[in-house]
T-cell receptor
Framework: GAVVSQHPSRVICKSGTSVKIECRSL??????MFWYRQFPKQSLMLMAT?????????EQGVEKDKFLINHASLTLSTLTVTSAHPEDSSFYIC??????????FGPGTRLLVL | DAKTTQPTSMDCAEGRAANLPCNHS???????VYWYRQIHSQGPQYIIH???NNETNEMASLIITEDRKSSTLILPHATLRDTAVYYC??????????FGKGTKLTVNP
């Protein structure tokens, strides 16, 4: 299957700082990527749909000014958590689709905000 | 909301077949059935998907009933590394994936 990478795999930051998470499709081009968040013992919750060359589409209840998404190329999407707070601590996962639209997921980024 | 219903948990003996059921009684004609699994602290892994015919790949088999209202994922020879949460997802075309709670499969030695 297609490969998606994320960087960093885990990050610890102080409250009030911003954190950038990168999502890359390594062997395919993704015009659309998706960003999810997963809290402990819960399922994945879709945050936003990232579209190459255009603005992201956010799910209801997700603050677009807090979670900035940039899809600069067909292989790279970034999620920036601005002014992070402890409640933003979570497991962030991205996914991208191949030509047949099957979605492949990255390994996830664990964010801890102190 | 997820369009599927799965048992919360299942157990399976190592080396035996694991059969994971999924109900999707409101599935539309153009919607596929996708299966993913998530091993603890990792991103979901794609397993298999199908529309109406049964499908098989190197990981698993997918059996879809004729009326398409339910399906079963079969892991023919479960190993300890197959312990994970398995998600059955109904999705049309390029729609976003909506995850339910999935089935926590525990493979016992």
């Amino acid at each position: 299957g297609a490969v998606v990478s994320q960087h960093p795999s885990r990050v610890i930051c102080k409250s009030g700082t911003s954190v950038k998470i990168e999502c890359r499709s390594l062997d395919f081009q993704a015009t659309t990527m998706f960003w999810y968040r997963q809290f402990p013992k819960q399922s994945l919750m879709l945050m936003a749909t990232s579209n190459e060359g255009s603005k992201a589409t956010y799910e209801q209840g997700v603050e677009k000014d807090k979670f900035l998404i940039n899809h600069a190329s067909l292989t790279l999407s970034t999620l920036t958590v601005t002014s992070a707070h402890p409640e933003d601590s979570s497991f962030y996962i991205c996914s991208g689709g191949d030509a047949e639209e099957t979605q492949y997921f990255g390994p996830g980024t664990r964010l801890l905000v102190l | 909301d997820a369009k599927t219903t799965q048992p919360t948990s299942m157990d399976c003996a190592e080396g035996r077949a694991a059969n994971l059921p999924c109900n999707h009684s409101t599935i539309s004609g153009n919607e596929y059935v996708y299966w993913y699994r998530q091993i603890h602290s990792q991103g979901p892994q794609y397993i298999i998907h199908g529309l109406k015919n049964n499908e098989t790949n190197e990981m698993a088999s997918l059996i879809i009933t004729e009326d398409r209202k339910s399906s079963t994922l079969i892991l023919p020879h479960a190993t300890l590394r197959d312990t994970a949460v398995y998600y059955c997802i109904v999705r049309g075309g390029s729609e976003k994936l909506v995850f339910g709670k999935g089935t926590k499969l525990t493979v016992n030695p």
